[in-house]
């Protein structure tokens, strides 16, 4: 099955996450519910199993390369952003620049590389890494006075911990006994149906007449084609492995992460801006993910 084909099948997932919801499966207690296994079971599990294979100083070269250019890249994103429309209210501009900074790299992203190439995963976690360490950190701190940096949180979030977990066991070589790696693989096994499922959740009460602000679709374009091909021009005369570029440019390429609109409530920033927004892009990325994987 081509790349392209496998993408589709995954958003066909996310149909029947929007048949589900019409028909009252999932409640808002119920993808509350899922969410959280999701996040912090499944992902991590699967993080884990991914990171298991012979330890090789390409693979973890790669790896330390992948996680300082996602760094690179989402801190541009985020000051351009900044820049870009800074004459925006506060509370919006310190949404815009985590909608277009951080993407839906992990709930999202994963089960796209899944589908790609399981073998670019241990790669795509170092992109999570970046990811989460930006959020709570610098991302967090757009807000004001509220949004303190708070370096301890990203250091524990489950994922993160999985990663370096699974980081730690792949530069030491050492396998897991079989029964441990089984159990990993079928927990882990249920993230991209569930979270293919969620997204569909997510979409299902989308209005066109709540995106009369221009600033929705300027979000939009940027999150999901500008972004993903500037990043891509950037990668492509560097004598970089397919997987490290195929990795950032697919995680850059996914719409924005639904952390952004958890701080906007945390942290007083626009929250219905933010909700919509995320909604917006991840409706849009059913259409832009599979044209943007024909250029892998």
């Known amino acids: 099955m ?3 084909s496998q993408v589709i099948v995954l958003f ?9 919801r019409r028909l009252g499966y999932f409640t808002d207690e119920t993808i509350r519910g899922t969410t959280q296994l999701v996040v912090n079971v499944t992902l991590p599990c699967l993080t884990v199993y991914n990171m298991q294979r ?42 815009m ?49 509220k949004g303190q940096i708070s370096l301890r949180r990203a250091l524990l979030n489950p994922n ?18 079989s029964v441990a790696s089984e159990t990993l693989s079928l927990i882990g096994g249920l ?21 009369g602000d221009i600033d929705y679709h300027l979000c939009a374009l940027l999150r999901l084609v500008v972004l993903p091909l500037a990043v891509y021009a950037v990668m492509r005369p560097l004598p970089l492995s397919p997987a490290v570029a195929g990795t950032i440019f697919i995680l850059t390429a996914m719409p924005s992460g639904t952390m952004s609109a958890m701080q906007a409530e945390l ?17 849009l990325s059913l259409i832009t993910v599979p044209i943007m994987s024909l250029l892998l």
Request: hydrophobic share 55%.
């Open 2 to 4: 081509s790349i392209t």
């Open 12 to 20: 066909l997932v996310v149909l029947v996450g929007v048949l589900c």
């Open 54 to 95: 012979p330890f090789a100083m390409d693979v973890l070269q790669n790896f330390l390369l992948t996680l300082a250019l996602s760094l690179v890249f989402m801190l541009l994103a985020l000051y351009g952003t900044l820049f870009l429309f800074r004459s925006r209210p506060h509370d919006k501009l310190a949404v």
């Open 97 to 145: 620049a985590n909608l277009e900074g951080l993407s839906n790299c992990g709930f999202m992203g994963y089960p796209i590389i899944l589908a790609i190439n399981p073998d670019w995963m241990i790669y795509a976690v170092a992109y999570n890494v970046a990811y989460t360490f930006i959020t709570w950190t610098i991302g967090v701190s757009l807000y004001g006075d």
């Open 160 to 177: 993160v911990i999985s990663a370096f977990v699974g980081f730690a066991l792949f530069c030491l070589n050492v396998t897991l006994p």
């Open 191 to 211: 993230t991209t149906p569930l979270s293919m499922l969620l997204i569909g959740t997510r979409v299902c009460g989308i209005r066109p007449r709540d995106f």
């Open 267 to 283: 942290y007083d920033g626009d929250k219905l801006f933010a909700a919509r927004a995320i909604a917006y892009s991840t409706l």
